[in-house]
């Protein structure tokens, strides 16, 4: 029994009781809990302003918060952005916000700004090319002039190249047309394969659930459903409210 607790702890790497997340004096999510576990896929989905960004800016200490932000097995809601970036935290943010002035290796070189070894940033952005062969090709072209889909890859590999330990994705298909879309999710995957624990923010639904190996729906800042995708699936008005389809 006590083995069985101590194995499920090993397994979790981010966990969240009783968050409050606010902007101002207003309080954005009211008391949500969630778990990540190591090497899984969780995605938390929810209409506009269901509080789902600022869950994330939570995460990374960018909003104000109370409550509990534990991750591997130690409280972080203290640490300031920097430290939980050095802890293993890294995110791909809503809007991508990559900087359009720069090219594209010189995007990747500061998503690896806390890596001082540049060899080891060399190899870093070799094994991140391989995998989006398109940013290799245009390497040394201001990132402003990539199309949507493609600025959205140089944000997650941007994000790959801190190294981190989880990745948040915040939106990675918002305003892509359905076959990007489909090409984002797909890298999305590999990744998944390759290893990486991901806390996938989204409104699609259809393919977040996918990929998701667990969920959780956000509504008016609280998580009012949670399960797999077939557990979730099971309720059609749960799936329609999921999917922005009444
Ligand atoms: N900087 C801010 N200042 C004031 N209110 C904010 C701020 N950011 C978010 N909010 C409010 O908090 C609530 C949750 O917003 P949030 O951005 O977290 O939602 P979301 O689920 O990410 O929505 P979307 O899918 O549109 O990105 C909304 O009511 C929003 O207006
Ligand atoms: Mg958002």
Request: hydrophobic share 40%; proline share 3%.
């Amino acid at each position: 029994m006590v083995d069985e607790g101590r194995a499920s702890q090993a397994k979790r790497m981010l966990t969240i009781q009783d968050l409050h997340v606010f902007h101002g004096p207003i309080e954005a999510v009211h008391g949500i809990s969630l778990n990540v576990e190591r090497g899984k896929c969780i995605s938390l989905l929810g209409p506009n302003g269901a509080g789902k960004t600022s869950t994330i800016s939570a995460i990374t200490g960018i909003a104000r918060a109370t409550g509990s932000v534990r991750f591997e097995e130690r409280e972080i809601s203290g640490d300031s952005v920097e430290a939980r970036i050095a802890s293993g935290i890294a995110v791909s943010p809503e809007g991508r916000r990559i900087f359009s002035n720069l090219t594209i290796l010189e995007n990747l070189t500061l998503g690896a700004a806390i890596q001082k070894d540049q060899k080891e940033k060399g190899r870093d952005i070799d094994h991140w090319f391989s995998l989006f062969p398109i940013l290799a090709e245009r390497r040394d072209q201001a990132a402003g002039t990539l199309s949507g889909g493609e600025q959205q890859m140089l944000a997650i590999a941007r994000a790959l190249m801190a190294r981190p330990k989880i990745l948040l994705l915040d939106e990675p298909s918002l305003g892509l047309a359905p076959k990007i879309v489909r090409q984002i999710f797909d890298l999305i995957g590999t990744l998944k394969d390759q290893g990486m624990t991901i806390l996938l923010v989204e409104q699609n639904a259809t393919q977040a659930l996918r990929l998701a190996d667990y969920a959780y729906l956000m509504s008016s800042g609280r998580i009012v459903a949670h399960g797999t995708a077939d557990e979730l699936g099971k309720s059609d008005k749960l799936m329609a409210e999921l999917t922005g389809v009444a």
